[in-house]
């Protein structure tokens, strides 16, 4: 509930503190004194729009400040929602500030936010009825929410919603399967080919850099088969050989070893060099014959390199990276495949999800059905007590019709039903809905009524504002207009402006707002009634005004003690 509103510098208010209470509030004065104003500065600080003219002479900012007990985990849970962040404590402060230059800030708990989030908090919190707001109650959605609550449909309303919000989170995996599925197609066809290009390249490692090599042995293979042959015969096979030479070195060192030990070390180490020549020979005459020409071999050679750098080029990868590649093309096509697959078995889900969902909006529907007119029919019946016996009350709801294809159309927020109340204020009158109602009085008392049946059902709007309930009302309809607000008051937070002593006298909490004027200033007061002698005094000026006498004052504390009774009652 709303514990505290304070409000500086708002046309005629300079700085006013109100700290309320739980119950029925009634804020009374005379017209003009600023009752309309402080429902102004409650309007700012639900997200209403401003105007820098609100601001009061002389000041360059006006500031509304309120302060709001959630006493429910439902008010903490929608609370959370509009601020998008988890609300731990029991406190909601939410502030607003307007400056000359136009510029409009709020604040939540000290943290800044958007005007915009003010507004929704509002609408989650707090049901406003008078002339210029925009009720709750009269929108569509929220009239299906009590409706259902009223209905002991919340289960059914639950199950809904859940296979709704599964069929929306299934069309966007089809779809987004869907629109993905020519490239993911065209993705599939590279895959393979591209797996069967590599497949038939057989690819080895290391390929690449080997036949290179080859290819330059094949293309010098004469120059070395020349080089090596020339070698064995320099060494071996020659007139004047090197191991011709050799052998006639070892014979005239052994001839003069006897001399010297060290030419005795010279003759072994030429013998030990004959053996190292003649296998050198044989190596050289072994590698003359294999570099022996093959312009065969050597023309495969090129045709294969040839085709490893044509798949170096198509692939920007060299041969060994293209291995690797080849390795991840079978996973690929797996996860493709396994996409194409989910398309086929999603459609599958869908239809199915979206089976149930027409089942369970169906089920849902026809709960409804049944407990539409007993709502309305139950409001009437406090529509009568309320000034207006003749007045009809209808809750029509026309069917959305649901397309057989599960991708068709939108999925209803709340089902298939559209309700709309419907009324007819008086014979003659042409029956209008709820929220196209012209009479402020009419709708606020309409609004009262359905509240009233409703009172029960709303864990989260447990405050609830009424303005001019009371026009063109007389004495004995406002004292059932205060005993309704006084009933309404056992479950929620009311607060009511109101200028009919009966409305006032039934109050569990009451303030008077008077205007005060100096000789430089204006300014609007609000004061808290505490004793039953200064809302026995309110109550008298309510009836008579400045005439009023102590035959007045004892007629009103008649109406005081009589409400209390019955409260109490």
């Not at 939540?108 to 507004?119: E, F, G, K, Y």
């Amino acid at each position: 509930m709303l514990r505290e509103v304070s409000v500086q510098n708002l046309a005629l208010i300079e700085d006013v503190r109100v700290e309320l209470h739980a119950g029925f509030c009634a804020w009374t004065g005379e017209t003009g004194a600023g009752k309309s104003l402080l429902l102004g500065a409650l309007g700012l600080l639900l997200g209403e729009r401003g105007s820098a003219d609100l601001i009061r002479t002389g000041a360059d900012e006006l500031r509304v400040t309120g302060r709001f007990e959630l006493t429910r985990p439902e008010q903490r849970e929608a609370a959370s929602q509009a601020l998008q962040t988890a609300v731990e404590e029991d406190d909601l402060i939410l502030t607003r500030r307007l400056s000359r230059s136009g510029r409009s800030s709020a604040l939540v708990n000290d943290v800044p936010v958007a005007v915009s989030t003010l507004r929704r908090i509002g609408e989650m919190l707090v049901d406003v009825h008078g002339q210029r707001e925009s009720y709750s109650l009269l929108q569509p959605a929220y009239q299906l929410e009590l409706l259902d609550a009223f209905g002991r449909l919340t289960d059914l309303r639950k199950k809904y919603l859940e296979k709704a919000e599964k069929v929306r989170e299934l069309r966007s995996q089809f779809k987004n399967l869907a629109d993905a599925r020519a490239a993911r197609q065209r993705e599939l066809a590279l895959v393979r080919f591209e797996r069967e290009d590599l497949n038939a390249a057989k690819l080895t490692p290391g390929e690449l850099p080997a036949l290179v090599k080859e290819r330059e042995r094949l293309v010098h293979a004469q120059s070395l088969a020349q080089f090596t042959s020339g070698v064995a015969a320099r060494l071996v096979d020659n007139d004047g050989a090197v191991s011709e030479v050799v052998s006639r070195l070892i014979k005239e060192a052994h001839k003069w070893a006897s001399f010297d030990p060290k030419l005795a070390e010279v003759s072994e180490r030429l013998n030990a060099l004959r053996p190292e020549i003649d296998d050198l020979a044989d190596t050289c005459r072994d590698l003359a014959e294999r570099f022996e020409a093959d312009p065969e071999r050597l023309g495969e050679v090129e045709k294969r390199i040839g085709l490893l750098k044509k798949l170096q080029t198509r692939y920007g990868k060299t041969p060994d990276e293209l291995l690797a590649y080849r390795d991840t093309l079978d996973e690929k096509e797996a996860e493709l495949q396994e996409q194409e697959d989910n398309l086929s078995g999603i459609d599958g889900h869908l239809r199915a999800a979206y089976a149930e969902m027409r089942d369970a909006a169906n089920v849902l529907s026809k709960g409804r059905a049944k407990v539409a007119k007993k709502l309305a029919g139950d409001a009437q019946k406090h529509l009568a007590d309320l000034g207006m016996p003749k007045a009809k009350l209808d809750a029509v709801i026309e069917l959305i019709s649901l397309p057989d294809d599960p991708m068709a159309g939108d999925i209803p927020a709340f089902g298939i039903d559209q309700l709309e109340l419907i009324l007819m204020a008086n014979p003659g009158e042409p029956a209008r809905p709820l929220r196209k109602v012209a009479s402020g009085g009419e709708l606020s008392r309409t609004m009262l009524a359905l509240k009233t049946v409703l009172a029960a059902h709303d864990p989260v709007r447990t405050l609830v504002v009424f303005d001019e309930i009371d026009s063109n009302v007389g004495g004995r309809l406002g004292d059932m207009l205060g005993q309704k607000l006084s009933t309404l008051g056992q479950s929620h937070q009311v607060l009511c402006v109101t200028h009919l002593p009966q409305v006032a006298s039934y109050a569990g909490y009451q303030w008077t707002i008077r205007k005060e004027s100096t000789t430089k200033r204006t300014a609007t007061t609000i004061t808290p009634l505490l004793t039953d002698e200064s809302r026995v005094e309110e109550l008298a000026i309510m009836l008579r005004g400045e005439s009023r006498s102590e035959t007045t004052r004892k007629e009103a504390a008649e109406m005081l003690n009589a409400a209390k009774l019955l409260r109490a009652g």
